[in-house]
Every structure is written in structure tokens, then in C-alpha cells.
């Protein structure tokens, strides 16, 4: 099937839709069902979509349909020395698609941005079955409201995303992890003070492992840089190979403190302060990323109300990122309540976008 056949299919379907009023649930390679509020609607599968339709390596900007699986535009990069330096998780087949309507980044956000950060444009089919283009292919193409980094994070809300051009970099000449034994009080006390001077961070992760703690940081940039950082720092290096495998099993939660197994603990994501101090959660010590900002903990859904007042008091929020088991269900919001102004807005836009509500529906945000 060409792609132009495949776009005409999707949007017809959305205009069938439309007519029927029929809900729609947009998907990729469904590696992200778990994130969010509910799956409902029928499938609207994505991955017919595919192919990188540009790509300009002296320009760094790619452009590539929704259904491309994630891994291929990451091999098609990596032949020219390039990433994407957000490094979305993949957790298996992932898209291109999924990842904007996610708008989940991986170890080095706090260092290099988010994916929001990395869309310079796209091509969205509308809740009217309009093709619609925002952006384009450089950073100062923009003129009102970016709708085309909106996108990003929307969970499939406000239309189906076709196509989207993407800032990329050239890989980090070179590269360096070092790990620290050290307690989450001075792992996060150290992550602070290094952050002050000019050093080439790039990824940092705290966890306990058999009680006793590990600090890994994670150095790129220009070789002189990261040698320099390395004697002016300690530490144990590791192996670059080794290292390289564990970065991408934390950017896909593949490490082994992830594991949840058949109890009643879910993963719990906290967005704080990269200054804000321990947290006074009961259970297990957290796995701490970007810094001391992404703060990952596991703990029942019925601790919601503390977890959440708890990182509201640092300055943060939560998100009920994963339920335990395959089929668990729970009434907790996976997200945090929004403020009256900003859900105005929120659910403003997609009226806009999607007048009938084929979308994704209850994907974001609860029905009213």
C-alpha cells in the first residue's frame, strides 16, 4: 500500500467516524498502552504509515511519517553519526508517532531537552478529516502558537499525527560514565555542585542495589572535555560497551530495579526540583534520573493522595506511570489534577481539533 493510499484511508476513516460518531483509538506499535488514563474507540492502526520522507544530514533536520518504527529512524541516523539526543524509550516497537504523542524522553532530557524541544513541524489529520501542517523544517519557521510541539505529550488528543520533522545532532565525539558509591543524600548533593560548573553531564542515575547505593554519570562532549571531567571527578569508569547496554535498558526501564513481578506495587514517575532534598516515601529507595528531577518509586495506587501532596510540597507533581500485572485496573488518575485555568485551555484545544471527540477519548483527561 503507498502511503498516499494509506493517508486517504485514514482520512476517510475519520470522517466515517466522524458521521458515526464513533470514538477512535490511534495506535502505533502499541508499546505505550499502559501510559494514561483509558483505551477506548476502535483501532486506528498507524503502522502502514511509514517511511523517512527527508532527510538532510549537513541540515539536521529529518522528516519522517508516524508509523516508522522508532529503531529504524534511530539506524538511519546513527549511519550518518547522528540521534536523536532526547533518546525516547523505545520499550520494543516502538513509532515515531507514539513517541511525539508520548513525549517521553530518556536519560539525557536534563541536559539536552525534551522531545517538544526537537519537533520542528508536522502534519496532523483533524477531528473534521482535515490534513493540517504546522511548523517546518527550521526552528524560526514558527508565527503564532506551536501547534506542532503541542503535540507533543497531547497522547493522541488532538489528531492523528502523519508526519513530523525533527532536529537531530551529531553523536558526542566522545563519551565517559563513572560510578560513585554514595547514598541518595550525597548523590543528590553532588548531582547539585556539578551541576554549577562547567562539566560535560549528560545522564545521571541513583538506585540501591543489595542496600547499598550507586551514583553513574554519564560525560559527552569533545574528548578534552570528557577526560579532563573524568580526572577532575573520580570515580570508577566503566566500560564504554558495557555502559552503553545499561543506559539503554534505564532509557527503556529494562534495568532489574524496574522489575515490579506479581505484586500490588505500581511505578510511580515524580517530576520535581533537581534541588529538591530526599523525599520522605515509605518502601524501597527510588531510582533517581535527570539529575535529581525524575524521581521514579514504587508504591501502590492507594498511597496516591500522599505521593501527591508529597511531591506537590517539593515543588513537583506525580504520575501514575504504570500499573502492577497485565490487566490491573485502578480508580486513582494517572495524572495530576490540572489547575481550573490550565484545563481550560487544555480541553479548549481540543475542541478545536477534535469538535466530536473521536480521539483518544479519556486518553488525557476525564470526561466532563
Given amino acids: 500500500m503507498s502511503t498516499d493510499t494509506a493517508l486517504h484511508q485514514i ?48 541540515e539536521l533536520v529529518v522528516s519522517v511519517r508516524a508509523g516508522t518504527p522508532l529503531a529504524e529512524l534511530e539506524a538511519a541516523l546513527a549511519e550518518k553519526g547522528q540521534c536523536l539526543p532526547f533518546e525516547p524509550p523505545c520499550f520494543g516497537d516502538g513509532t515515531v508517532g507514539g513517541m511525539v504523542a508520548a513525549g517521553l524522553s530518556g536519560p539525557a532530557r536534563a541536559s539536552v531537552g525534551a522531545v517538544r524541544d526537537y519537533v520542528l513541524g508536522a502534519t496532523l489529520v483533524n477531528g473534521r478529516g482535515e490534513v493540517l501542517t504546522f511548523g517546518g523544517q527550521v526552528m524560526k519557521n514558527v508565527a503564532g502558537y506551536d501547534v506542532s510541539r503541542v503535540l507533543a505529550g497531547s497522547l493522541g488528543t488532538l489528531g492523528v499525527i502523519a508526519e513530523v520533522s525533527l532536529k537531530v545532532l551529531p553523536v558526542a565525539p566522545a563519551e565517559a560514565t563513572l560510578e ?6 550525597d548523590a543528590l548533593r553532588l548531582l547539585n555542585e556539578w551541576g554549577g560548573r562547567p562539566l560535560p553531564l549528560n545522564a545521571s542515575c541513583w538506585f540501591e542495589h543489595e542496600g547499598a547505593g550507586a551514583l553513574y554519570l554519564r560525560l559527552r562532549g569533545a574528548a578534552a572535555a570528557v577526560e579532563a571531567a573524568c580526572t577532575h571527578l573520580g570515580g570508577e569508569r566503566k566500560d564504554n560497551a558495557r555502559a552503553a547496554a545499561e543506559w539503554q535498558s534505564l532509557r527503556d526501564q529494562q534495568l532489574p530495579w524496574f522489575a515490579t513481578g506479581e505484586g500490588t506495587d ?22 533517581i ?16 493522595a500522599r505521593i501527591r501532596e508529597i511531591a506537590r510540597a517539593a515543588g513537583g507533581h506525580a504520575t501514575l506511570f504504570r500499573l502492577p500485572g497485565s490487566g490491573t485496573q485502578s480508580t486513582v488518575p494517572r495524572f495530576d489534577a490540572l489547575s481550573a485555568p490550565i484545563e481550560r485551555i487544555h480541553r479548549a484545544l481540543i475542541r478545536e481539533f477534535d469538535p466530536h471527540g473521536l480521539f483518544n477519548r479519556g486518553r488525557l483527561l476525564a470526561p466532563t
Fill in 180 to 185: 560513585f558509591a554514595c547514598s541518595q543524600v
Fill in 11 to 58: 482520512v476517510e476513516r475519520i470522517r466515517a467516524a466522524a458521521a458515526a460518531s464513533t470514538p477512535l483509538c490511534i495506535r502505533g506499535g502499541g508499546t505505550k498502552d499502559f501510559y494514561g488514563e483509558t483505551l477506548q474507540g476502535e483501532l486506528l492502526d498507524m503502522r502502514a504509515f511509514i517511511g523517512i520522507t527527508s532527510y538532510e544530514p549537513s
Fill in 289 to 304: 534520573e535527570w539529575h535529581g528531577g525524575q524521581r521514579w518509586y514504587k508504591a501502590s495506587p492507594d498511597q496516591a
Fill in 266 to 287: 505500581a511505578l510511580w514517575r515524580l517530576s520535581v526540583p533537581q534541588t529538591a532534598p530526599v523525599l520522605s516515601l515509605d518502601g524501597a529507595a527510588p531510582l
